[in-house]
């Protein structure tokens, strides 16, 4: 059984830097696209940023272009969401999803598989 857990992450600080990562476990023998993902109470799960598990190819979403970086460790499967010059509309819920697609995509409906979640506040 496929699994996603996401670590990392804190207090949202505007110009810092947090990393998240996301560990997946129990694969099959094709590379899944990863994406992260993150939701604002009240409002849309927005795509934050996704890595085509085909050949590499990444795409943000524009709120982050820019300032976020994903990349994959393939020999531990995880994805990391390198964030950077943070700002006032980035603390939110982040979430880690795959799928297997031809294309990667931000959009939500086209992953079934999620991890929990993980929360970075906004610094007080």
């Known amino acids: 059984q496929v699994r996603l857990v996401e670590t990392g992450g804190g207090l949202v600080q505007p110009g810092g830097s947090l990393t998240l990562s996301c560990a997946a476990s129990?694969?099959?023998?094709?590379?899944?696209?990863i994406a992260w993902f993150r939701q604002i109470p009240g409002k849309e799960r927005e795509g934050v940023a996704v890595?085509?598990?085909?050949?590499?190819?990444?795409y943000y979403g524009d709120s982050v272009k820019g300032r976020f970086t994903i990349s994959k460790d393939n020999a531990e499967n995880i994805v990391n969401l390198q964030m950077n010059d943070l700002i006032p509309d980035d603390p939110a819920v982040y979430y880690c999803?795959?799928?297997?697609?031809?294309?990667?995509?931000?959009?939500?409906?086209?992953?079934?598989?999620w991890g929990q979640g993980t929360q970075l506040p906004v610094s007080s």
């Open positions: 890595i085509s598990g085909t050949d590499g190819s990444t």
């Open positions: 129990g694969f099959t023998s094709k590379s899944p696209t």
């Open positions: 999803a795959f799928d297997y697609m031809a294309s990667p995509s931000l959009l939500e409906h086209w992953y079934d598989n």
